[in-house]
């Protein structure tokens, strides 16, 4: 059965990370769905790339994914943090034991906002580690506590993908990827 990604945007998502992610989930034969919080699917990330979701996350309602994904960037960290229905799915999703991650501003500004790091160790952004509950791995590029995958930042976001493929199909297919675009 193919694994399913959901990553959601929002205008002022971090475009590199977003791209990273959905790229190298896709190399590896991840079921990418691309979602959109807005009203609208092509969004206006935070260095003003447009990028054109598959569909609105609304459309998504009901679905399971394996993954969900959350890139950062301000101030799309922020609308992301705001969409009820993106927060449900992530509160059912962490609730469920299945597997969800954010990058940069999104584990302090979307995950701890939401009690979705109550207990875990994280890393996100540097200099928003203060929103972290536990601070103790936020010097670490990338973190792995238990459901819960957090990173750093644009940097981060090739490490953070191929961690994500591991987790999903395995270290082999994670290497096998990494290799492929040169990473490891």
């Known amino acids: 059965m193919k694994r399913r990604a959901l990553v959601a945007i929002a205008n002022g998502s971090e475009e590199l990370e977003a ?23 092509l969004v206006r990330t935070s ?3 447009r990028i054109e979701a598959d569909e609105l996350l609304a459309d998504c309602k009901g679905r399971q994914f394996d993954l969900i994904i ?11 943090r705001d969409c009820e229905q993106l927060t449900d799915m992530l509160k059912n999703q962490a609730a469920s034991g299945m597997l969800y991650a954010a990058i940069c501003a999104s584990p302090a500004v ?11 160790k ?12 536990d601070k103790s791995a936020a010097s670490q590029r990338v973190v792995v506590d238990g459901n819960c995958v957090t990173s ?6 090739m ?23 040169l990473v490891r």
């Open 19 to 41: 791209v990273a992610i959905i790229d190298t989930l896709r190399r590896a034969g991840i079921d990418v769905t691309v979602a959109s919080v807005e009203s609208d699917k």
């Open 47 to 49: 260095r003003r790339v």
């Open 70 to 80: 959350l890139p950062g960037g301000l101030p799309g960290a922020e609308h992301l």
């Open 110 to 120: 979307i995950l701890a906002a939401h009690g979705l790091l109550d207990g875990k």
């Open 122 to 133: 994280a890393t996100c952004y540097p200099g928003l580690e203060d929103k972290l509950p």
């Open 152 to 157: 750093q930042g644009p940097g981060t976001a």
């Open 159 to 181: 490490e953070f993908s191929l961690k994500l493929i591991e987790l999903m199909l395995g270290a082999e297919k994670a290497a096998e990827i990494g290799n492929q675009m």
